[in-house]
C-alpha cells in the first residue's frame, strides 16, 4: 500500500529553523518526481518547491527560495524541506506529495 508520511513540524519561534521529513512506502521512490505545498490558515493550498526522481532539477518558488531547501535521499525513500529564518507568515500545514500520492501534513506555527 502506497503511503507517504511527513513529520518534524512544531512549534518554531520566528528566526528559527526546521528541517521537515517525508518517508514514502509501498512504492518506488527513486522513479518519482516530489513536491512539498503549504497551506497556510484560510489559504489555498501553494506550491513551494519540486524535484524531478533524480534529484538534478528542481523548482522553488520564488516566494520561498532564499530561505527553503528541498532535497531527496532515495535509498532512504525520503525527501526534507529545510527552512531556515521561520517567519509567522510560514505558518501552516506543510504536504509532501510524491508522484501522485499525499501525505497527510505536518503542521508548522511560527510564533514567539
Known amino acids: 500500500q502506497a503511503q507517504v508520511v511527513e513529520s518534524g513540524g512544531g512549534l518554531v519561534q520566528p528566526g528559527g529553523s526546521l528541517r521537515l521529513s517525508c518517508v514514502a512506502s509501498?512504492?518506488?521512490?527513486?522513479?518519482?518526481?516530489l513536491g512539498w505545498y503549504r497551506q497556510a490558515p484560510g489559504k489555498e493550498r501553494e506550491l513551494l518547491a519540486t524535484?524531478?526522481?533524480?534529484?538534478?532539477?528542481?523548482y522553488t518558488s520564488d516566494s520561498v527560495r532564499e530561505r527553503f531547501t528541498v532535497s531527496r535521499d532515495n535509498p532512504k525513500s525520503t525527501t526534507y524541506l529545510q527552512i531556515k529564518d521561520l517567519k509567522p507568515e510560514d505558518t501552516g500545514v506543510y504536504y509532501c506529495?510524491?508522484?501522485?500520492?499525499w501525505g497527510q501534513g505536518t503542521q508548522v506555527i511560527v510564533s514567539s
Open positions: 524535484m524531478n526522481r533524480s534529484g538534478g532539477d528542481t
Open positions: 506529495r510524491v508522484g501522485l500520492e
Open positions: 509501498g512504492f518506488t521512490f527513486d522513479t518519482l518526481g
